[in-house]
């Protein structure tokens, strides 16, 4: 276990929203090829998390480092090109423009045309019903499809860290099993993944490390496994 | 039938210039949702900017074609600088605020811009003849003037340089990202303030063509142009459905067609009143516009 490097580390971290306390001094390790999940209810404070890690939302306090060099503060264009990207709550593909649009704007810091070409041929690989919706809006897609996208749009800037929240949202469930099996495989090529889920069961079966949000405070982290024969976990997030 | 063609040849020439300025309402509103009050100010400030460049020059002494075009390209420059600089200066800091905090600075520099100008311009000034000027009678009656014709080609010209830019290019898809959602552009890696900066710079260039536009057609320039192109503009951009870029041609076409029409038919007085008969009629009917999509407001 001592071989673990932390890809990303929270430490302290306090965000405000005005008036409201949204995170208290939150730790979190999100360790390198590792898949480390995030749960908690709604409003609990998970998006509000990954927003502060890619820049959209400023700390008060606190620190975010990638790697060794502390990233809180920059600019969130700038998150991504030091290689955190985000798969946004509620999917967020650019409805009017097509799918593959949308995958090139996924690779906006990169300049090698031939390697993005690459990469959209690899989602195609991985999602076959992209490749045949290549020429169409992405507003037309379905909602499992959407999702897809979403995710192949995060990797298309070949992030270090990717930020995946909510990918089951809304989804019927064999479409949400495909896209665990693919966040799984994401992961086994290298990619550290962040999931921030509301689906417990689902991200601590794939995730190697899980933490507890509640109202803005981390309430228990642990391996995986373990949370998932936690009792208290069971009857809070698993259903009994 | 001569007044018609003739009418529409007036028409789509004004409509031309009117597409062009709505550009620069609709491509901003589109990214910020704001109505840049301003824009008219820049289309002015571009037509004074091209009078003194080609005084400067001597190009209004020996007119030539390579000379025209160095003062066209001053002048968008200097549009493209002015209007980044009003969105850097006035409008950045206040972006994160209540969209009605930056609406009411925009009239602010608007009437700014307008009296600089008038403290540095005086009231009307000439505009020289930079270009040979002709008239074609195309038949009895039906005249065609150069002006026309420079008018439509330069127009069709830059909204193919535009739609190419904006389909095309990796920064239009950047232009249309953030007028979706700034926030899930940003987490693509585009430097959204960049990109806003360039949707002035853009909007801007196209304000200084019209302004050099009209004054090789008209000659003469005042302070005050920007606010009377520039309220029909911004209704032309309202009637096409402000923030589609198709909208702001379609609609600057029919403003500037119904405009001649109405003058070549009812009286010429009604010409300024159809303008906003036809707002009206669009904000009762149709308030997205023609080519506005439906969106409800959300409470």
């Given at each position: 276990m001592s071989a673990v490097v932390n890809a990303l580390e929270l430490r302290d971290l306090d965000v405000w929203y005005g008036q409201i306390h949204?995170?208290?001094s939150v730790n979190v390790n999100v360790e390198e090829g590792r898949i480390t999940t995030l749960l908690g209810a709604n409003g609990a404070g998970k998006t509000t998390l990954l927003r502060t890690i890619s820049g959209l939302v400023k700390a008060r306090s606190g620190t975010i480092r990638l790697g060794a060099t502390p990233i809180q503060g920059l600019e969130a264009h700038e998150i991504v090109r030091r290689g955190v990207s985000q798969s946004p709550e509620g999917r967020?593909?650019?409805?009017?423009?097509t799918v593959k649009e949308n995958l090139q704007l996924g690779a906006?810091?990169?300049?090698d045309k031939a390697g993005i070409e690459a990469d959209i041929a690899r989602i195609v690989g991985i999602w076959p019903r992209l490749g045949e919706r290549?020429?169409?809006?992405?507003?037309?897609?379905s909602g499992g499809e959407q999702q897809m996208l979403a995710i192949g749009r995060a990797m298309m800037s070949r992030p270090k860290v990717l930020l995946l929240d909510?990918?089951?949202?809304?989804?019927a469930p064999v479409v949400v099993a495909g896209i665990f099996e693919t966040i799984k495989a994401i992961n086994a090529e290298g990619t550290t993944v962040l999931l921030v889920e509301q689906n417990a069961h689902l991200a601590l079966r794939i995730a190697h490390t899980g933490y507890v949000l509640e109202t803005g405070a981390i309430q228990q982290s642990g391996p995986a496994k373990d949370l998932l024969d936690d009792d208290a976990i069971r009857a809070a997030y698993l259903g009994g | 039938m001569i007044l018609f063609l003739q009418q529409l040849i007036n028409g789509l020439s004004l409509g031309a210039i009117y597409a062009l300025i709505a550009l620069g309402y609709t491509m901003v509103y589109g990214t910020?949702?704001?109505?840049?009050?301003?824009h008219g100010e820049v289309y002015m400030m571009g037509a004074f900017a091209a009078l003194y460049l080609a005084k400067w020059l001597g190009v209004d002494q020996n007119p030539s074609v390579p000379g025209v075009i160095v003062v066209a390209v001053g002048a968008m420059a200097f549009c493209a600088v002015l209007g980044m600089t009003i969105e850097r200066v006035a409008y950045r800091p206040l972006r994160?605020?209540?969209r009605l905090n930056m609406l009411i600075t925009a009239i602010g520099v608007s009437l700014l811009l307008q009296n600089i100008g008038l403290l540095a311009f005086g009231a009307l000034q000439s505009f020289p003849s930079l270009l040979p000027e002709a008239k074609w009678e195309?038949?009895?009656g039906l005249v065609l003037r150069s002006q026309d014709v420079q008018i439509f080609t330069t127009t069709v010209a830059l909204m193919l340089a535009l739609h190419h830019i904006v389909e095309r290019t990796q920064i239009g898809r950047a232009m249309r990202a953030v007028s979706h959602s700034r926030d899930t552009a940003a987490l693509m890696g585009i430097p959204v303030d960049r990109v806003v900066s360039f949707t002035f710079a853009i909007g801007s260039v196209l304000a200084g063509a019209a302004a050099l536009l009209i004054a090789l057609d008209k000659h003469k320039i005042e302070p005050t142009m920007g606010s009377a192109y520039g309220l029909k503009a911004f209704v032309a951009a309202v009637l096409g459905g402000i923030g589609s870029i198709p909208g702001a041609v379609a609609g600057g076409l029919l403003l500037g067609l119904a405009e001649t029409m109405v003058s070549g038919?009812?009286?010429?007085?009604w010409r300024d009143a159809i303008a906003f008969i036809l707002l009206i009629g669009i904000l009762l009917y149709?308030?997205?516009?023609?080519?506005?999509k439906h969106t409800v407001e959300k409470v």
């Open positions: 949204a995170l208290h967020q593909v650019f409805p009017n423009l906006w810091i990169r300049s290549m020429a169409q809006a992405a507003g037309t897609l909510e990918p089951s949202l809304g989804l | 910020l949702q704001l109505i840049n009050f301003a994160k605020m209540s195309l038949t009895a038919y009812i009286a010429s007085t149709k308030p997205s516009g023609l080519f506005g």
